[in-house]
């Protein structure tokens, strides 16, 4: 009963047709042990949710799930091995969808979007402008008032952010010089000392506005978040602009239907244990979601041509 | 600091629970420190879901005490076989090879774990007594310090190099080069990548590092073996002056306490790692010594400067960790994800919002310490074992492990290529006497250095006057030339450089 249930949740006709005759085989998915592929070094945020949310769909799916991290490139490296992948969706990756939505449009990969299926996300990006406590801006229009006058420092972590801030700066006359910080980790010093005015974070503030001393400006992404009600989106300011991203678990193309109801039943299941929900909204501010596949197939294609628009125009 | 508080933590830090996990860690991390191949990242990476069912003080007392047995365990193979368990001992092969091949290998071996003890105990006690406070001193150190700071780095332990200078340039031209290969940081461009996903995010580290210390010198001592069968493997006998002694320790205290100094500089700088502060320790010993000509021919002090500074890195990368919440390297990042998992927040709030948990596992650091000279001391005998193994056993099974090891980087068979690829790169450095240390720290420091001039060039726009109001950066870049002048001088006076890498027996 409760597999029907969630076949019908994930709202795919495919899926529900196949339902009948292969109710069978999704009681036997998974045989044997999973993997979760994370593109990014053990310790970040991706690293963080993945090894919860493994443990929690350990326990749905009865099979053991282990965490293999494969670093490099934003996830390109992964993708590129999970395209290749044939063992019929016992490995899986877990992570945000940057690597599809905008590493293709500056660099060569080899893998595109539809290599790939994009099952379920439980979690959305964060993607904030920061400043440290006691700079003289504590808002994003005290920001833009401050640096007509004042030059100004920004810290990029991606080409996609340095597009956004310059094209900011061009349309309210900013003097503006971009560094770049190599990610996070390299963020938080040059914003915590002033070395920089203000900075990209995707998800790094978290540890450091609970004790005051960043402040975050906006967000990049599409809405607000939950957990700082009264910061706009850059959007909502009036720069046509966002970052969406979305934490998902994503398969190769061509994996058998009945593997793929039993891991989006799995994701729905953990979106809704307390235990991910915990760690996930509670220490790396993540809210978190369950947005079947057939929306997060449409919502990658999206953001790919709107992310396209963003950089064709720089 | 609330000393009852303190008191009430040790106090749990001391059951046998916490024993059991701290020793478990330590033994691992010791074991895997041994062996050249496996690292202290991977390791604690493959641990963390371990620490799942662990009480949150237990299972981070773990993960440090796994990377400070790696640290002491790194000594024994780098003594023993002169191919270091770890990047950051390699520095410890100059004088312990060649102290085990004069047939005084448990002298080196216990000089290497006192320096590792005495270096990370005192390291831990500067973490709990005076540094977490200071901690924001490292916010003083940005772009252009950071900048400056490399710079010196590189220069000062280039000079340790043995062979010419123009070897020394070209080894160390070929690490800078091949350290710029991957995405620019700013652009997200691929450079020198020749299509390869694999190589976006540069040279995978763990294959140079693996391929030119361990993998290479495997094949330098397997081609040995064909002319000196039976004559080339390090006996442990029980010769009478193969002791210890107080007399010979004490000297070299002096250099585990700079050791230990330069460890905690260098640890508590996000970014620069252990490898740079055992090789900067090894250098000053040597610069400070009065008979720096002992130097690679098996000098105790070269033993203890390495292994002193390697770890004290560890416990000192903990000071920014729990200090401002920023990472000192690695090993220290990852930590931030077994804290998180267990729901904790590392950061200044831990101090002000669970002070129990923090002095607890300050407390398990301690013990940690007191667990490593015990495993060390007495599996002493157990790790020299390994000399009794004939080597062309002993041989293919460090292959073995260092082909493992870089499989679970997941880079898959091209990693494999390019650590063998590496391997022969240094079984040729080794052969024609160009310096593989300065190779490889050109190519750790590149990327780092690189990033941090690119930001001070920016952010001064371009203008090099910031400088005056950058007192730290100014010195250092004083530093740096000078070190370059020395370099200079001492070229052209002494033909021979004062340290050699160990030499061909």
């Known amino acids: 009963?409760?597999?029907?249930?969630?076949?019908?949740?994930?709202?795919?006709?495919?899926?529900?047709?196949?339902?009948?005759?292969?109710?069978?085989?999704?009681?036997?998915?998974?045989?044997?042990?999973?993997?979760?592929?994370?593109?990014?070094?053990?310790?970040?945020?991706?690293?963080?949710?993945?090894?919860?949310?493994?443990?929690?769909?350990?326990?749905?799916?009865?099979?053991?799930?282990?965490?293999?991290?494969?670093?490099?490139?934003?996830?390109?490296?992964?993708?590129?091995?999970?395209?290749?992948?044939?063992?019929?969706?016992?490995?899986?990756?877990?992570?945000?969808?940057?690597?599809?939505?905008?590493?293709?449009?500056?660099?060569?990969?080899?893998?595109?979007?539809?290599?790939?299926?994009?099952?379920?996300?439980?979690?959305?990006?964060?993607?904030?402008?920061?400043?440290?406590?006691?700079?003289?801006?504590?808002?994003?229009?005290?920001?833009?008032?401050?640096?007509?006058?004042?030059?100004?420092?920004?810290?990029?972590?991606?080409?996609?952010?340095?597009?956004?801030?310059?094209?900011?700066?061009?349309?309210?006359?900013?003097?503006?010089?971009?560094?770049?910080?190599?990610?996070?980790?390299?963020?938080?010093?040059?914003?915590?000392?002033?070395?920089?005015?203000?900075?990209?974070?995707?998800?790094?503030?978290?540890?450091?506005?609970?004790?005051?001393?960043?402040?975050?400006?906006?967000?990049?992404?599409?809405?607000?978040?939950?957990?700082?009600?009264?910061v706009p989106t850059i959007m909502e300011l009036g720069y046509d602009y966002s970052i969406e991203d979305y934490r998902t678990i994503i398969v190769p193309a061509g994996t058998p239907e009945a593997a793929k109801a039993r891991l989006i039943a799995a994701a729905e299941h953990a979106s809704r244990s307390e235990r991910f929900i915990e760690i996930t909204e509670g220490n790396t501010f993540f809210p978190v979601v369950f947005i079947g596949q057939e929306e997060m197939e449409a919502n990658v294609r999206r953001i790919r041509a709107a992310t396209e628009a963003v950089m064709a125009g720089n | 600091m609330n000393l009852d508080v303190v008191f009430a933590a040790m106090g749990e830090a001391l059951t046998l629970s916490s024993f059991i996990g701290i020793g478990g860690g330590v033994f691992l991390g010791y074991v895997i420190g041994v062996i050249p191949g496996l690292s202290r990242s991977v390791a604690i990476a493959i641990a963390i879901p371990l620490t799942f069912y662990m009480t949150p003080y237990i299972a981070i007392s773990f993960l440090i005490g796994l990377s400070k047995g790696t640290a002491a365990g790194s000594a024994v193979s780098a003594i023993l076989l002169n191919a270091p368990g770890e990047a950051s001992s390699a520095a410890t092969c100059l004088d312990g090879y060649p102290m085990a091949k004069a047939g005084r290998p448990k002298t080196a071996l216990k000089i290497g774990l006192l320096a590792s003890v005495i270096g990370d105990i005192l390291a831990t006690m500067i973490l709990i007594f005076v540094a977490i406070p200071f901690a924001r001193v490292a916010l003083l150190f940005g772009p252009y310090e950071m900048a400056a700071i490399l710079a010196f780095a590189l220069v000062f332990i280039a000079g340790l190099s043995g062979g010419s200078l123009f070897k020394g340039l070209a080894a160390g031209g070929f690490g800078i080069f091949l350290g710029t290969i991957g995405l620019d940081p700013q652009t997200g461009l691929p450079r020198m990548t020749f299509g390869y996903t694999e190589l976006m995010d540069g040279m995978p580290l763990i294959a140079v590092a693996i391929g030119t210390l361990a993998l290479s010198e495997m094949f330098v001592q397997a081609e040995r073996l064909r002319t000196e069968r039976g004559n080339m493997s390090i006996k442990i006998e029980n010769?009478?002056?193969?002791?210890?002694?107080?007399?010979?320790?004490?000297?070299?205290?002096?250099?585990?306490?700079?050791?230990?100094?330069?460890?905690?500089?260098?640890?508590?700088?996000?970014?620069?790692?252990?490898?740079?502060?055992?090789?900067?320790?090894?250098?000053?010993?040597?610069?400070?010594?009065?008979?720096?000509?002992?130097?690679?021919?098996?000098?105790?002090?070269?033993?203890?400067?390495?292994?002193?500074?390697?770890?004290?890195?560890?416990?000192?990368?903990?000071?920014?960790?729990?200090?401002?919440?920023?990472?000192?390297?690695?090993?220290?990042?990852?930590?931030?994800?077994?804290?998180?998992?267990?729901?904790?927040?590392?950061?200044?709030?831990?101090?002000?919002?669970?002070?129990?948990?923090?002095?607890?596992?300050?407390?398990?650091?301690?013990?940690?310490?007191?667990?490593?000279?015990?495993?060390?001391?007495?599996?002493?005998?157990?790790?020299?074992?390994?000399?009794?193994?004939?080597?062309?056993?002993?041989?293919?099974?460090?292959?073995?492990?260092?082909?493992?090891?870089?499989?679970?980087q997941g880079y898959g068979a091209f990693g494999l290529l390019i650590l063998m690829a590496f391997a022969l790169l240094g079984y040729l450095m080794k052969k024609y006497d160009y310096s593989f240390v300065t190779f490889l720290v050109a190519f750790i420091i590149t990327p780092m250095l690189e990033l941090n001039l690119r930001q001070s060039i920016i952010l001064s726009r371009g203008d090099p006057m910031i400088l005056l109001n950058r007192p730290i950066a100014l010195f250092f870049i004083a530093c740096t030339v000078l070190a370059l002048v020395a370099l200079a001088v001492r070229t052209l006076r002494h033909p021979k450089p004062l340290a050699n890498a160990p030499e061909e027996a």
């Open chain 1, 1 to 230: 009963m409760t597999t029907l249930r969630y076949l019908a949740a994930s709202a795919s006709i495919a899926v529900l047709a196949f339902a009948t005759s292969g109710n069978v085989a999704a009681d036997e998915f998974p045989t044997r042990p999973l993997t979760m592929v994370i593109g990014f070094a053990a310790g970040g945020s991706t690293d963080i949710q993945g090894r919860v949310l493994a443990n929690v769909m350990e326990e749905y799916l009865g099979q053991p799930v282990n965490v293999v991290n494969q670093p490099g490139a934003g996830s390109a490296v992964a993708f590129t091995r999970l395209k290749n992948n044939t063992d019929g969706g016992h490995t899986f990756l877990f992570g945000g969808t940057t690597a599809l939505t905008f590493t293709p449009i500056i660099t060569e990969v080899e893998y595109e979007i539809d290599d790939f299926e994009y099952l379920a996300a439980v979690a959305v990006g964060q993607n904030a402008i920061v400043t440290a406590a006691g700079q003289p801006f504590q808002t994003f229009d005290d920001l833009i008032t401050h640096g007509r006058e004042n030059p100004m420092t920004y810290a990029q972590q991606t080409p996609l952010d340095q597009a956004i801030m310059e094209s900011v700066a061009a349309q309210e006359g900013l003097d503006l010089a971009i560094v770049p910080t190599g990610g996070g980790g390299g963020m938080a010093p040059l914003v915590l000392a002033k070395e920089v005015d203000f900075a990209y974070s995707g998800g790094t503030h978290a540890q450091y506005t609970p004790t005051g001393e960043m402040v975050v400006l906006a967000f990049l992404s599409a809405e607000r978040s939950p957990f700082y009600p009264e």
């Open chain 2, 239 to 408: 010769r009478p002056d193969d002791v210890l002694r107080w007399r010979e320790f004490k000297i070299t205290i002096p250099t585990i306490i700079r050791g230990t100094g330069v460890g905690t500089f260098v640890g508590a700088l996000p970014g620069l790692g252990p490898s740079v502060g055992s090789f900067m320790s090894y250098g000053m010993a040597q610069r400070a010594s009065k008979t720096p000509e002992r130097f690679g021919k098996g000098a105790p002090e070269g033993i203890a400067a390495s292994e002193s500074a390697d770890n004290a890195v560890i416990p000192a990368a903990l000071i920014p960790l729990f200090g401002l919440g920023i990472p000192g390297n690695v090993s220290a990042a990852l930590l931030i994800g077994a804290f998180a998992i267990h729901g904790i927040t590392v950061g200044p709030l831990l101090l002000r919002d669970e002070p129990e948990l923090l002095y607890s596992i300050f407390a398990g650091m301690i013990v940690a310490s007191i667990v490593m000279l015990l495993i060390g001391w007495f599996g002493l005998m157990l790790f020299a074992q390994i000399t009794r193994v004939p080597p062309p056993v002993v041989i293919p099974i460090v292959i073995f492990f260092c082909l493992s090891g870089m499989m679970l």
